[in-house]
């Protein structure tokens, strides 16, 4: 009886110890588990965030990650709406901080009616400068008619001012219109905004247009 008794304690032993080990090595890992599922998460919910571009407040959460689906809108100083999207951002730093973008759209509603829509490849947003700068099939809409391409579009969010770099073509309400630059501003802070062209404009009146 005692020798049968030895030798169950003895295997309730190994088995005991087995037990303790597994426990030692699967409780660890499960939660190191637990935690990169708990990062991933919030990491997700960050992805989805409004951000506001006129703050630096969320320049901690950019760094070295991508955000997804950024938003943003405001006003600008002279009272116009602006909104910004695109389809990822990272936050770099080359001399100055900067928010590079991919797929970029930005809306821009006067207070006199006009909106203007841009959309783009590329977008650069330079915090000490208050600029976006977008390039690559950049293409600017207006409601006042025009339908128009150029190589870079920047814009200033602190108040509305938009500058295209040329050459600048497309369609106006009287025709094809070409032109070195385009500035889309107002002369006074109290005049409607409005699109100027400059630097060798050509314009291809349709007849149908007039």
Not at 19 to 32: E, M, R, W
Request: hydrophobic share 40%; no cysteine; glycine share 8%.
């Amino acid at each position: 009886m005692h020798i049968r008794l030895d030798k169950h304690l003895a295997t309730y032993d190994i088995i005991y110890f087995r037990v303790i080990n597994f426990l030692k090595i699967a409780l660890p890992l499960f939660g190191v588990s637990l935690i990169i599922a708990m990062f991933l998460l919030s990491r997700d919910q960050a992805a989805q965030a409004v951000l506001p571009i006129d703050n630096n407040e969320f320049a901690e959460e950019l760094a070295k990650q991508q955000i997804n689906k950024l938003y943003y809108s405001g006003q600008t100083d002279a009272g116009d709406e602006l909104s910004l999207s695109a389809q990822s951002a990272v936050e770099g730093f080359e001399g100055q901080k900067v928010l590079e973008m991919k797929t970029v759209s930005a809306k821009v509603k006067s207070i006199n009616g006009l909106e203007i829509e841009a959309t783009a490849q590329f977008g650069r947003y330079l915090y000490s400068e208050n600029l976006l700068k977008m390039s690559g099939s950049v293409l600017i809409s207006s409601s006042s008619g025009y339908r128009l391409s150029a190589p870079e579009l920047r814009i200033s969010t602190d108040g509305t001012y938009i500058f295209g770099e040329g050459p600048v073509e497309g369609l106006s309400p009287m025709g094809k219109i070409y032109a070195g630059k385009m500035e889309i501003k107002r002369k006074t802070p109290q005049a409607p905004i409005q699109l100027w062209f400059s630097d060798r404009v050509l314009v291809d009146y349709l007849p149908e247009k007039i």
